[in-house]
């Protein structure tokens, strides 16, 4: 396997995790309900998740012009599970279609994108950080989920 297609594979993986978190809330208002001294719901955290990958991955390694709206990511209260579904297809779409587009000599070509990582860094260790940023959002969904279901 490649090394692009690694990272494709990786990231696929957690969004189709990311999914099933979603589906497993027992409904579309728990998804929104905040647990105490946790500053973020699971579905700020969903909306977040697509909105990055959308942007880092589709945007700027893919082209697809997608606009991050960031402010909406965390500010958005009223989007139903389907809604939110739809978004992380979109993000899934984004992944699938940016990498499998990408060659191994892509990824050490220099990340011009700015955001967490400076530019000049190479693509591999920005696809790198937002596998780790994915993962690290992926455990919080989790553990709110289950968290609100402890409560009922």
Known sequence: M???AEFRWLLLRDVDRVMAEVRAY???ES???MAARIPNSGGTLALHLAGNLQ???GAILGGTGYRRDREREFAARDLDR???LGELAAAREAIDTALGAMTDADLDAEWTGGGPLADGSPNALMLLHLSGHLSYHLGQLDYHRRLLAADE
């Open 26 to 28: 027992p409904d579309d």
């Open 31 to 33: 998804l929104w309900r």
């Open 82 to 84: 389907a809604a939110l």
């Open 2 to 4: 490649s090394r692009v």
């Open 55 to 57: 942007h880092f991955v």
